[in-house]
């Protein structure tokens, strides 16, 4: 890869010509984090050159002739107009060219499909919008988590000051340890969606009832961002895929937290809360959850208002249903495998008391799972 | 001549009633330019709301109602009936017939495409908003997902698809039965021969692409599970049975555009076309090609890896036969006696700017990076290169070229030139640095994008209302040619014409050929 790599400071260098006429943006391609990027980026500028040295060869000849063959020159048009010799060259040569990008391209597909070996299995599911990440464990004791937009709805409606990186931010991230093979098991649980990270040179399209299957191998420590590349809806814009990648110390420490804090959330799911913890939580739980559609006083939005609602101030038995099998044919999706029974049971006691709601009706995580049950 | 026949009939009957392929043409050609107005407008709101990052103008759902009524209206109702309005003005002039071979149902064919279109435009109103699912309407977003709408753009899908079919088998029937004596297959004009090979893959696919929408609607309302893993079917194979009308339907859209291409360059090169047999034979083999490469447009849905190389090979094999024709076309103005009239400089326009978007194509052919292209703002730039640069450009060359012929009089030449410059300039300030925000990392079909995207957003939105104002200029030349332009007389309007339409009359009589012309020895 030593050629790979001369080359490809050689193209940088190149680009860098460009990149100062645009300032800051980028124009090209990123050779990433991964020997597939780097493989797939020169690939990528292998054609390009090739492309660009036939259009110079080829423009070369037309504005040769728009410039010495005009009728105000004077000039006599010839009247050949066949040549069998000529018409088999140029179809000769490039299908020659094109064998010589076939083989590296050949040998770079190889590789992509190669999914053996994987040391660590993550099951990816795509929502209408949210990412689910799920690590499987051979013991069975999986951790899993959804990785929602982070943008807050003022900075997408202009309302307040957009950070530096806008709509490509989660609240949790898919943490991945650096120098280890990671196989992803990509599936839907709505529509098609599609998970890519440029960085890291997947992309992958997840299919509701199907499991795709890929990998990478990532070598540099760092944050890498990537979106829904898959039209899935409405908010298929607002779907971004955030990757921590670290080192395996700190990956094994993550992995430990995070089993440490599931398990207390099965204990949790257990106990009584009072109200006040229930609200408390509910809000929380609320703003990221509802508020982008129902408002944050529960006015409504696209969803309807949830302050003064029938279903709120209703039967608890309809308003868990909704919360947890979501409405059919609308925005309103079934959280009930997104949220815990903590989570939902707090939401929902938030909804019956807040906004001028005060049913004072307490709902417990206990509730939620024996609702469940049916 | 002409003694035993009337001229059009007045009022509105002559357009309801006629089988005159003249003003047949004329109506698609009319109807396909208010669709391209209506779809140019879809775009510049799309434009707009994507010149800054944030939403501004309008809500994400309506955002993507118009990049699918955008897609829809633009392949199916201004392209497509476009050369459908230029094959029925120029097929029969060009092979010395006196009509089309089936007048009554050509009047048939255009006339359901109004209400088709009517019925697609008015999902807008309906509940729930129109389609939202892009022009390409994979399941299930465009099935259980989908806004009850679907049902009318089935339908109306089903009326474009009888109508294009209708109008194919009228075109084979009228190049193979109606040619003059002497005339051929092989001295046929080349832009007859694309549209043959153009009216056969139609037939072909149109049929494919009601099955697909068919199952959708046996999905939605009769229970039955095709794009369902549910029920025992599969979302891919709707994308397998979408893009196997797809794909053929590009070079649906593109093959007519080099038979323009190929009639206009030598005439104001002065200099017959080079290689005309090997056109012929490179049309044939792209258009047998373009049934082998549906799933290029699927690398990313999980092929098995031998399905990806098949598919891989196959596409790259493409640019053989679309090589030939650019070396030919270039060849074609060596030494020749160029002048630059406005059809000259489209079509030189549409040579550069198609052969750029051969280029990315033969990029995005390599499935490995296409991993990294696939549906992001890259691939948004490459078929805006041959769609817009390709057909587009072609169809408004066409336009100028035969528009004296048609209607007797000349257009402004200063106003056309400098709609092709606005149309150029504002054409690659839109569309070029789509390439660089796409590999960026920019995805597709998103209505609000991060920051780092902005300003080459801010840049292509700008040429988006250059490029489409442009087009107004267009409108205004045309009108004030047919109603005001300067009356040409002659035969041969431009003095290296060479074929059949230029031996009539100038502007062409309302019935033509009614006896069989004599080929003479050029033609012949």
Redesign the interface.
């Known amino acids: 890869m030593v050629g790979g790599n001369v080359m490809r400071s050689a193209l940088m260098a190149l680009m860098a010509l460009p990149a100062a006429a645009?300032?800051?943006?980028?124009?090209?391609?990123?050779p990433g984090v991964t020997t597939?990027g780097a493989?797939?980026y020169d690939?990528?500028m292998l054609?390009?050159i090739i492309?660009?040295v036939?259009?110079i060869g080829?423009?070369g000849?037309?504005f040769y002739?728009?410039i010495y063959?005009?009728?105000?020159r004077g000039?006599?048009?010839?009247?050949?107009?066949?040549?069998t010799k000529?018409?088999v060259a140029?179809?000769v040569v490039?299908?020659l060219i094109?064998i010589g990008?076939?083989v590296p391209?050949?040998s770079?597909?190889?590789e992509?499909?190669d999914n053996d070996d994987a040391e660590l299995d993550i099951l990816i599911t795509g929502h209408?919008w949210k990412w689910k990440y799920e690590y499987l464990d051979e013991s069975g004791e999986n951790v899993s988590f959804f990785s929602n937009l982070a943008t807050p709805q003022e900075?997408?409606?202009?309302t307040d000051q957009?950070g530096?990186?806008?709509?490509?931010e989660v609240d949790e991230p898919l943490v991945l340890p650096v120098d280890t093979k990671v196989r992803f098991l990509i599936t839907a649980n709505?529509?098609?969606h599609?998970w890519?990270v440029?960085e890291i040179?997947?992309?992958?399209?997840a299919?509701?009832?199907?499991i795709?299957?890929t990998w990478t191998k990532i070598t540099e420590e760092g944050i890498y961002?990537?979106?829904?590349?898959?039209?899935?809806?409405?908010?298929?814009?607002?779907m971004p895929v955030v990757v921590h990648a670290v080192s395996r110390e700190e990956f094994n420490a993550w992995m430990g937290a995070k089993r440490a804090d599931e398990a207390a959330q099965v204990a949790a799911a257990a106990m009584d809360l009072s109200l006040d913890e229930l609200m408390s939580k509910g809000e929380a739980v609320y703003n990221a959850q509802c508020l982008a559609c129902h408002g944050a006083q529960g006015e409504g939005g696209v969803g309807n208002a949830i302050a003064g609602s029938a279903i709120a101030l209703g039967d608890i038995g309809t308003h868990l249903d909704v919360g947890i099998k979501g409405v059919a044919g609308t925005a309103m999706q079934a959280f009930g495998r997104q949220l815990n029974d903590v989570d939902m049971a707090a939401v929902i006691t938030y909804q019956r008391n807040a906004f001028g709601n005060n049913t004072g009706d307490v709902i417990q995580p206990s509730d939620v799972a024996s609702h469940k049950q049916g | 001549m002409g003694d035993h026949h009337h001229g059009p009939a007045t009022g509105i009957g002559r357009w309801l009633f006629t089988t005159n392929h003249k003003d047949i043409g004329t109506m698609y050609l009319w109807f396909s330019f208010a669709m391209f107005i209506l779809g140019g407008t879809f775009a510049m709101i799309i434009r707009a709301e994507l010149f800054q990052p944030g939403m501004q103008l309008v809500e994400p759902g309506f955002f993507n109602q118009m990049t699918t009524l955008h897609g829809l209206v633009m392949v199916f109702g201004a392209i497509m009936p476009s050369f459908v309005g230029l094959a029925n003005w120029l097929i029969p002039m060009m092979i010395g017939a006196p009509d089309m071979a089936l007048p009554r149902m050509n009047n048939w064919s255009f006339w359901i495409l109004p209400p088709g279109f009517l019925m697609l435009a008015s999902t807008l109103f309906m509940e729930g908003g129109a389609p939202a699912f892009g022009w390409t309407f994979y399941a299930p977003l465009s099935t259980t997902y989908a806004a009850p709408s679907v049902t009318f753009f089935i339908f109306a899908i089903h009326i474009l698809g009888v109508s294009s079919i209708m109008g194919s088998i009228n075109i084979i029937a009228t190049v193979m039965n109606m040619r003059a004596p002497g005339m051929t297959y092989m001295k046929m004009p080349l832009f007859v021969w694309t549209w043959l090979i153009t009216a056969f893959l139609l037939v072909a696919v149109m049929p494919v692409l009601a099955g697909a929408v068919t199952m959708m609607l046996m999905d939605i309302h009769f229970g039955t599970s095709f794009f369902s893993a549910a029920g025992g079917g599969d979302p891919v194979l709707f994308q397998h049975i979408f893009w196997f009308f797809g794909h053929p339907e590009v070079y649906i859209i593109i093959l007519p555009a080099f038979g323009v291409v190929s009639q206009i360059i030598p005439a104001f090169s002065r200099k017959p076309l080079f290689g005309y047999a090997s056109m012929v034979y490179a049309t044939a083999s792209i258009a047998f090609l373009s049934f082998i490469v549906w799933a290029h447009h699927m690398y990313t849905v999980g092929m098995p890896v031998a399905g990806e190389l098949f598919f891989m090979y196959a596409t790259m094999l493409i640019a053989v036969p679309t090589g030939v024709k650019v070396f030919n076309w270039i060849t074609t103005m060596w030494r020749g006696a160029l002048s630059f009239e406005t059809p000259m400089l489209f079509c030189i326009g549409f040579l550069i700017l198609f052969t750029i978007g051969g280029f990315t194509g033969l990029m995005l052919s390599i499935a490995p990076a296409d991993f990294q292209y696939h549906d992001t703002y890259f691939v948004v730039a490459h078929f805006h290169y041959v769609m817009v640069a390709g057909a587009v450009f072609s169809m408004t060359a066409a336009v100028y070229y035969w528009l004296p012929k048609w209607s007797g009089r000349m257009y402004n030449e200063t106003m056309g030139k400098v709609h092709f410059w606005i149309s150029f300039v504002g054409f690659n300030i839109t569309f070029f640095p789509q390439h660089f925000v796409g590999l960026a990392g920019m995805p597709r079909r998103i209505p609000d994008y991060a920051l780092q995207f902005a300003d080459f957003n801010m840049m292509s939105s700008i040429g988006a209302f250059i490029y489409g104002a442009s087009q107004i200029l267009f409108l205004y030349n045309v009108l004030a040619t047919i109603i005001a332009g300067e009356k040409v007389t002659d035969e041969k309007v431009w003095d290296g014409a060479e074929g059949l339409e230029w031996t009539i009359p100038t502007p062409a009589p309302y019935h033509t050929f009614e006896v069989p012309p004599k080929l003479d020895a050029a033609h012949a």
Request: charged content about 15%; proline content about 4%.
């Open positions: 645009f300032g800051d943006n980028q124009v090209n391609m990123s597939i493989e797939i690939l990528h054609i390009m492309c660009v036939i259009g080829v423009f000849v037309m002739s728009i063959h005009r009728k105000s000039v006599v048009p010839s009247q050949f107009h066949e040549s000529v018409e140029w179809t490039p299908f094109l990008m076939a391209a050949t770079t597909l190889l992509v499909y209408q900075a997408i409606y202009n957009k530096e990186h806008y709509l490509l709505d529509v098609i599609s890519w440029p040179a997947v992309k992958r399209d299919i509701p009832g199907f795709n299957e961002r990537g979106q829904c590349t898959e039209l899935c809806g409405a908010y298929h814009g607002f």
